[in-house]
């Protein structure tokens, strides 16, 4: 399931994308929030990829990297 760049987007997305999960059953609910976890890991890659490319290609403060995300993400 890929989303075409090119649709156009509703002014009021977020609303619109709201109203569609508080009407969804809980078992698709469920499935929106694990491909909302893929999609910020794939963002997060993404970033850490740049990074490390930035840096010359070392990964040295990857650890670094995942604990302060993790940290972020239980304080949010």
């Known amino acids: 399931m890929k989303a ?20 969804m059953p809980e078992s698709d609910v469920a499935q929106v929030y694990e491909l909302l976890l893929l999609a910020e890991k794939i963002r997060l890659r993404a970033e850490i990829s740049e990074q490390a490319e930035a840096e010359g290609g070392t ?4 650890p670094e990297l995942i604990a302060a995300y993790r940290a972020q993400k239980r304080s949010a």
Do not use: K
């Open 4 to 23: 075409s760049l090119n649709q156009p987007q509703p002014h009021n997305l977020r609303e619109q994308v709201l109203q569609r999960i508080s009407a």
């Open 59 to 62: 990964w040295i403060d990857l």
